[in-house]
Every structure is written in C-alpha cells, then in structure tokens.
C-alpha cells in the first residue's frame, strides 16, 4: 500500500512534443483515481512515466513518499494492466499469471495457492491451460486482470483495460475492477478516455488535455462545478450547451440575454460566485446542462422569466426521456480539441435538452423550455475559467 | 435458350477440366524432373560409395559388382572420418549456436532503439554480408596465429560466428521489430530482468527466424571449406570438407572412399531434411512475412 505524487512531471518526446506538461497530482493510499482527457492528451505517457516504462523530462514521482524517478519498474512493486492486455502469448494463461511469482522465486506450492485464488476471485479456473489466443476479449482482459493482483502490488496503474471490450461486457467488467479495487485497497491510477468510466469508477477523476492537467475532482464536483469550458463539455453526454451571453441589471434582478432571449437569473446564483456580480455588463460563456432545461408544459408553475422560447428541430426519444434538440440564436462558444466520444451535438447553434417521458413535444413545434437559472453555469468569455 | 446456355456451360465446363488435367500433367512432369536433378546424383554418390576402384572406372553408373563395405570402415580410417566427422559435429554446433543467440541478442538490441546509433548499428552488421571470405582470410589467418588458436577448432569457431551474424541479424533484425513493445514493458512491470526478459519472452517470441538462422548457417558452416583449408592442417582440427579433399590424391585416389566419406558428409544434413521438413519450410519463409 503506497500513495502516489506526481511534482511538476514532464515529458518531451523528441522532436519537441511535450506529452505531458508539469503535471502535479497526489493519489492517497488506497486511492481510486481516473486520468481521463481526450485522445492523445498524454494519459498513457504519464502512466508509463510512474510505471518506470518511460525516461522522466523533468519533475518527480514518489510512490510511498519515496522519489522512484531512478528506479527500474521492477524495484517500484507496481503492477500494470495494458490496453492491449499484453499476455504472454506462448505462455498458459496460469503462467501468465504466475509469471511475476516465478520471476520473483516463490516456491511453487505458493504460486499454484496463489494462481488459484486468482483464477477462482476472476472465474478463469476452466482456462488456466491454454493460450492467451485462444481465449475471448474478456477473458484475456481478466487474465491481465489477474496478472496485476496476483503480485499484491502497492500500486495498480491500468491503462484503458475495458477499450476493447464490447459494451455489454464493459459494463460489467467496470463494476467488477471497482469491487476488485475496494477488496484490495491498493492505490490505483485508472486511465481511461470514456467518460462513464471516469464518473462511476473512480474516488476522484483528474481532467487532462494537451498534457495539462484541468481539474482534478469528485465526480460529482467535476460534473457540477467543471473548472473550465474544456471540463464542463468533456464531462456529460449529451455535452453541457455553451453559449456566449451577457448579464445585464443588478444583482437583486439581474437578466441573462441570451441571443433573442431573456433569463432571469435569481440572487441566489450572485451568492455562490462571488466574482460574478464583477462581471455584470461584460460578455461571458454561460453553460446550460441538458438535463436542466425541461419542457415548460411539464412544470406549469415555472417562473415566466426563466423560459426560452424555442423552435424544436429534432426530437431523439429514448423511451426514459427525450433528447430535443433546439436552435438558439446566441453565438455558440467553442471549445477548442473538443473530443467528448458521446457527442451528440448535431450542427451550430444547437442547444439540446433532455426532456422528460410525458413531454409530448415533436419536431417542429414551437414550445417554451424552462430553464433552471439556479443551476447554470457560468465561465469568463477570454479564459473559459468557471466564475 | 437455357438449352442452349447448359450446352454452352457443359461445354465450357470440359474445357475447363482439360486446362486443368493438362496443368496438373505439366507440373507433375516438371517436378518429376526436378525431382530427377536432385535424386541422381545422390543415388550416383550412394552406388559409387560401395564400388571398388577398378569397379569404379569400369562401370561408373550400374550397380556394383561386389558391394565393398569395407570402404565405410577403410574411409572411417584412412580417410580420418573418425576425427573428421566429431569435428564437424562440434563445430558446426558450437557456431550455429553462438551465432543464433549472438545475432538474436543483437537484433533484440536494436530493436529496442533506446540509443541513437542502433539503425546504424544494423547496417554495419548487415553489411557483413558484402564481405567475401577470401578478402578476409589473410588477416583472419594473422589474428588466428596471433591468438594462437591454430591446430584447435577455435580457429573455425570463431570465425564462423562471426560470419553467421550478418544474415542472423538480417533475418532477426525484422523479427524482433515486431516484438510487441507492450509484451516487453509488462515483463518489466512483472519483474523481469533484462535478460530474463531476453530468455523467457523475447527468444520464444522469435523462434520460427532463430529455426531459420540456425538452417541457413548451419547448412554452410557444415560445408564450408576455404577457411578450414587455410588455417587447418591437421586432420586432428580439420572438417570433413577438407578431410576429404586432402584425401583425394594422397595415394592413388580411392573413389570408393572418397564417395563413403561424402555420402557420410552428407547424411546428416538429408537426415535432419526428411526429419523436420515441416519446421525447415516455415524457418526459412520466417521473416519474409511480418507479424
Ligand atoms: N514514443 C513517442 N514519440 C513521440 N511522441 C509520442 C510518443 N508516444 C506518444 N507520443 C505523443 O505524445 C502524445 C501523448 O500520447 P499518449 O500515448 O500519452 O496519449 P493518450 O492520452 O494515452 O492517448 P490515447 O487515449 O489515444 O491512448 C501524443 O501526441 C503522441 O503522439
Ligand atoms: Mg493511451
């Protein structure tokens, strides 16, 4: 059992690309965290780095307050779940499994207890004969599965283990590595770029991008208080609506113009932001969930002032509730290298709510949306930092 | 019309068949000829192992008038096979061994490419290949005696390994660039040293290219006759190749003999052949075809 800092790491590949830019993070023991970030934005660099796999730029790791920056992976008593499983495969799958114990020079009666357990906590005790190849995507992905826990490492690095899992199986492996993980209580650094993953696996989530961490957070914090335009649409499916807008009033009655439309915003809102009232008068990025616009002829006793007026294009039902996509004529604001694999958003301009079962809005139609105004959010127009 | 049409096909149909009973007669006919081409004269070689000289020249192709086993055992003898043979033996297998693993912990190495110098590294040893053993020979003769290694089977030993690398690391080169680089990093996470890696991962990963190595060194290292002529004198360090040429002419030359010791040189080469065509045909495709 370890805990994990990360100060200031760096990686630059040759040629100049930085792969990961002073990234400093702390995972406590026991820890369950997800590295999540789009394509590309460095995740693996930075799990090879405190694997030991990768020479470090700059900065440090430490595993149990111990800086490891020399040391060979084998001497970090870590284990790693690659994406591609990486099996041995002219190997059985029980020595695959006891590879790390044969390497190590346990006594063979220990390592046949051990494969056992092993293969008994991932029901792979019908398997342990054959080869890796002969094996189907979730069984290979639970023999590397238990090539990690077999070591009783103080750290589990996993690298994306669910991506080539169909949905189904991925559904279920994901309950099944988080119960694994709270079993054992071994520090782990989960990467992954699904957002499901990252919301309902880990005890916090860490944002990158572009090799620079955004925020790091409870899922419940990323998802309700995003620190940046970048995490407020990466995190959420459909995205969160991002919209260039202006605050206009005063604090006791202030109004949001959004394009053509007009929100009362309620002094509540002023109460949690305290930069916010600074910014009456100046452009700024507001942020709508989908799930906080609601068809207005469900919630009759809505404020009058709290509604758009919309024009409904497109009208996904997916039976629990209505995806409804509505053009609104504020300028969208864009995120740059935004890369959310759930992406529904459709064209320009397109805001989208989710409606519920009852609505019986059609494409079309010219309704009203209600629009919780206590919930939305709001970033600075030029940094896209959440006021 | 479909009258017509099924005629029409029907007819097609046993043209198609003739194209293909003639293709079938032209290549059974053509291997029968290559089969020819290699047959003969290894039968020739087996008639003419058992004739007596004056058998020899009197009858150079039909069966032999009395069958003279006693060549084996003369050849065994006079012709030093009984030294020859272990020696070849030896160090057919001590090179074809060192060659292998040197050219797979090579192509290994480089295809880590964890230093700047590693392409260039493989084109130097490739190069060897461009590198004819009589250009060589004479410094090879100077650093043997200045090692003093004449008269031991050192003295072909070495330089073979060293000959074998340039197609060893040409062939494993490839081989080992396809190594997974992920397999390797979960051995390190797994606790493997680097040679415990290069042992237990990376040489059963490339067996099919080291099978193919071994063939194709092997079969000339067993063969190879200029560097034994040049640096062994003595049958005691010398290889049937040239024990069997040095025995050509010593007296008045016994071609019976001569044909016992070929067919004796050449014996455990068709042997392995028959023994592992199948691991002989896929060794030596290996690392023509990636991944
Ligand atoms: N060996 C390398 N040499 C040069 N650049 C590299 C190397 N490995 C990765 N990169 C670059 O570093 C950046 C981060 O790569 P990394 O593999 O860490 O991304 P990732 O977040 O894991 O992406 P993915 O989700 O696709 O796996 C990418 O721009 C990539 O092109
Ligand atoms: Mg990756």
Not at chain 2, 35 to 61: E, H, Q, R
Not at chain 2, 222 to 245: C, R
Request: aromatic residues 8%; hydrophobic residues 50%; neutral net charge.
């Amino acid at each position: 059992m370890a805990n994990v800092t990360l100060k200031n790491l760096t990686k630059t590949y040759p040629g100049q690309v930085t792969a990961v830019d002073n990234l400093s993070l702390e995972i406590a023991d026991g820890e369950f965290l997800v590295l999540v970030g789009p394509s590309g934005c460095g995740k693996s660099t930075a799990l090879k780095m405190i694997a030991g796999l990768e020479p470090i730029t700059a900065g440090e790791v430490l595993i149990a307050d111990e800086v490891v920056n020399e040391y060979a992976s084998r001497d970090r008593d870590i284990a790693m779940v690659f994406q591609s499983y990486a099996l041995y495969p002219h190997m059985s799958v029980f020595d695959n499994i006891a590879f790390s114990l044969q390497i190590a020079k346990v006594p063979k009666a220990e390592i046949t207890r051990r494969v056992g357990e092993v293969a008994r906590i991932l029901q792979l005790e019908d398997y342990l004969r054959r080869k890796p190849g002969n094996l189907s995507g979730g069984q290979r992905q639970r023999v590397a599965m238990g090539r990690a826990i077999i070591r009783q490492p103080s750290v589990f690095l996993m690298d994306e283990p669910l991506s080539n899992l169909d949905a189904k199986l991925r559904v279920q492996m994901r309950s099944e590595i988080a119960q694994i993980q709270r079993r054992v209580k071994v520090t782990t650094i989960y990467v992954t770029h699904d957002q499901v993953e990252a919301m309902t696996m880990g005890d916090r989530v860490a944002l990158m991008k572009d090799g620079v961490l955004q925020q790091v957070d409870t899922p419940d914090n990323i998802y309700n208080r995003p620190a940046n335009t970048f995490v407020a649409s990466f995190i959420g499916s459909p995205s969160m609506n991002l919209y260039r807008a202006r605050l206009e009033g005063e604090v006791a009655s202030c109004t949001l113009v959004l394009g053509g439309n007009r929100l009362a915003i309620p002094a509540s809102v002023f109460a949690d932001r305290a930069e916010l009232a600074a910014k009456i008068g100046a452009d700024i990025i507001v942020g709508l969930r989908p799930e906080d616009l609601e068809d207005a002829a469900l919630l009759p006793t809505h404020p009058a002032d709290q509604r758009l007026a919309a024009h409904v294009i497109l009208n996904e039902s997916l039976g629990s509730d209505h995806m409804v996509h509505f053009p609104i004529d504020a300028p969208l604001a864009k995120v740059s290298d935004q890369d959310s694999l759930d992406e529904i958003v459709v064209a320009e301009g397109v805001c989208i709510g989710r409606f519920g079962a009852r609505s019986l809005v059609k494409a079309g139609q010219s309704i009203e949306v209600a629009v919780a105004c206590d919930r939305l959010h709001f970033f600075d127009a030029a940094t896209g930092l959440a006021i | 019309m479909t009258a017509l049409s099924l005629a029409d096909r029907r007819r097609r149909g046993a043209k198609a068949v003739r194209t293909r009973l003639f293709v079938g007669i032209a290549r059974s006919l053509f291997l029968a000829i290559l089969s020819l081409m290699v047959l003969v004269p290894i039968a020739y070689m087996v008639l003419a192992s058992f004739k007596t000289v004056p058998d020899f020249f009197g009858n150079p192709y039909g069966l032999p008038g009395t069958w003279a086993w006693d060549n084996y055992s003369r050849a065994w003898r006079d012709a030093h096979i009984s030294i020859t043979l272990p020696n070849t033996i030896i160090v057919t297998a001590v090179s074809v061994f060192g060659s292998t693993l040197l050219a797979a912990l090579i192509a290994y190495g480089i295809s880590r490419k964890e230093k700047p110098f590693a392409m260039g590294l493989y084109t130097f040893f490739v190069a060897g290949l461009l590198v004819p053993v009589n250009m060589i020979v004479l410094p090879l003769f100077i650093l043997i005696k200045w090692l003093g290694l004449f008269g031991t089977l050192m003295a072909l030993i070495f330089p073979y390994i060293a000959l074998g690398l340039p197609l060893g690391v040409l062939i494993l080169g490839p081989v080992a660039a396809t190594l997974p680089r992920d397999l390797i990093s979960a051995a390190q996470v797994d606790g493997a040293t680097e040679w415990q890696i290069f042992r237990r991962i990376v040489l059963p990963l490339m067996k099919p290219g080291l099978i193919s190595v071994a063939i194709l060194n092997g079969v000339w290292m067993w063969n190879e006759f200029f560097i034994p002529l040049i640096v062994a004198f003595k049958p005691e360090s010398q290889t049937m190749p040239v024990g069997i040429v040095s025995f050509v002419g010593a007296y008045s030359t016994e071609w019976g003999l001569v044909f016992a010791s070929v067919v004796v040189s050449t014996a455990p080469i068709l042997f392995a052949y028959l023994l592992m065509t199948r691991q002989f045909q896929s060794g030596l495709t290996a690392g023509a075809v990636k991944g």
